[in-house]
């Protein structure tokens, strides 16, 4: 987990493929996790059997929290990275929309789904995350580059609603649905699952962010030529900012140049977005084939029984 954790972190600096030590650790970790399980399938008291992950309701649940960390990472990558690099406000200055969109509502939230959880199907509250997690992602998708901190407002707090009722819920279903004989290896795969998920959604978004970024740079410098007319009004308008002159000129042109890759920068967060509530869809698309949990102490119709009454 270490091996692939690492790759995972570095892969994008080191342009994955491309670097023989992302490859090592890629297919050591490979060798190792194939090894784990072989092991667990010839042991006589396996502690982490991969059979748990065949589990129709198990499998699904797991496929819940991959869906749910690549649709919450969108939104955690695209609105700071924006802020900062085209904004450019330090992270301090944003600290206020986190306060009141996401730390302080998140204590409101987990009580909320925990209700919930207690009168209604799992089934319904991850549902009702997964659709508020799109929602939020389809708002933030609009963005332009006039944006500031409180444009995000409502991605924001639909992300950390959704968040909370999305996840939540999927643990409650997770446990319910688990043999207690095997409830180990169903938290450990948990684990595995959410925090090696996570990973990989931070890695695929922000190689995604840098291909799309220079996707949109090509695009938008395709019609510009020395000979553009529009670029020659343009520069024709900064030259009352800066004068005339051979320096005066290639300080226009670098304005031009930083609203390009700028522009370009915004519509690559944008499509950070666009992922992000794709991912939210095929969680719902997922939850829309998980059945039932079986009747037990995590079911909302669960009534405990009623004490023995003392023998005399």
Same mark, same amino acid.
């Given at each position: 987990?270490?091996?692939?954790?690492?790759?995972?972190?570095?892969?994008?600096?080191?342009?994955?493929?491309?670097?023989?030590?992302?490859?090592?650790?890629?297919?050591?970790?490979?060798?190792?996790?194939?090894?784990?399980?072989?092991?667990?399938?010839?042991?006589?008291?396996?502690?982490?059997?991969?059979?748990?992950?065949?589990?129709?309701?198990?499998?699904?649940?797991?496929?819940?929290?991959?869906?749910?960390?690549?649709?919450?990472?969108?939104?955690?990558?695209?609105?700071?990275?924006?802020?900062?690099?085209?904004?450019?406000?330090?992270?301090?200055?944003?600290?206020?929309?986190?306060?009141?969109?996401?730390?302080?509502?998140?204590?409101?939230?987990?009580?909320?789904?925990?209700?919930?959880?207690?009168?209604?199907?799992?089934?319904?509250?991850?549902?009702?995350?997964?659709?508020?997690?799109?929602?939020?992602?389809?708002?933030?998708?609009?963005?332009?580059?006039?944006?500031?901190?409180?444009?995000?407002?409502?991605?924001?707090?639909?992300?950390?609603?959704?968040?909370?009722?999305?996840?939540?819920? /999927?643990?409650?279903?997770?446990?319910?649905?688990?043999?207690?004989?095997?409830?180990?290896?169903?938290?450990?795969?948990?684990?595995?699952?959410?925090?090696?998920?996570?990973?990989?959604? /931070?890695?695929?978004?922000?190689?995604?962010?840098?291909?799309?970024?220079?996707?949109?740079?090509?695009?938008?410098?395709? =019609?510009?030529?020395?000979?553009?007319?529009?670029?020659?009004?343009?520069?024709?308008?900064?030259?009352?900012?800066?004068?005339?002159?051979?320096?005066?000129?290639?300080?226009?042109?670098?304005?031009?140049? /930083?609203?390009?890759?700028?522009?370009?920068?915004?519509?690559?967060?944008?499509?950070?977005?666009?992922?992000?509530?794709?991912?939210?869809?095929?969680?719902?698309?997922?939850?829309?084939?998980?059945?039932?949990?079986?009747?037990?102490?995590?079911? =909302?119709?669960?009534?405990?029984?009623?004490?023995?009454?003392?023998?005399?």
């Amino acid at each position: 987990m270490t091996m692939l954790y690492v790759a995972l972190d570095q892969g994008n600096r080191l342009d994955w493929l491309q670097s023989g030590t992302i490859i090592a650790l890629l297919a050591g970790s490979f060798i190792l996790a194939i090894g784990f399980l072989i092991n667990e399938s010839l042991v006589e008291h396996p502690w982490a059997h991969s059979s748990v992950i065949m589990t129709r309701n198990i499998g699904l649940g797991y496929a819940i929290i991959i869906c749910y960390a690549l649709s919450s990472a969108g939104a955690s990558i695209a609105i700071p990275g924006f802020l900062q690099n085209v904004v450019g406000l330090r992270p301090i200055s944003i600290a206020g929309l986190y306060l009141t969109g996401a730390v302080i509502p998140v204590f409101l939230f987990i009580a909320l789904a925990g209700l919930l959880l207690r009168r209604f199907d799992a089934r319904l509250c991850i549902v009702l995350g997964l659709g508020l997690m799109a929602l939020g992602s389809q708002f933030g998708s609009q963005l332009t580059i006039s944006w500031a901190p409180w444009n995000f407002f409502p991605t924001v707090i639909l992300h950390t609603a959704g968040q909370s009722f999305a996840f939540f819920a /999927t643990i409650v279903y997770l446990i319910g649905n688990s043999d207690p004989s095997r409830s180990t290896a169903v938290s450990a795969y948990i684990q595995v699952v959410r925090l090696g998920s996570v990973e990989i959604a /931070t890695s695929i978004l922000a190689t995604l962010q840098r291909h799309r970024e220079q996707y949109h740079s090509d695009i938008l410098n395709s =019609p510009i030529s020395a000979t553009s007319q529009q670029l020659h009004v343009l520069l024709g308008k900064l030259q009352h900012v800066f004068g005339a002159g051979t320096r005066a000129h290639l300080e226009s042109l670098s304005v031009v140049a /930083t609203q390009i890759r700028s522009q370009a920068t915004v519509l690559a967060y944008s499509d950070l977005f666009v992922l992000s509530f794709w991912a939210a869809v095929a969680g719902l698309a997922i939850a829309a084939i998980m059945v039932s949990m079986p009747y037990g102490p995590l079911h =909302p119709d669960f009534k405990p029984p009623p004490p023995e009454a003392p023998k005399s």
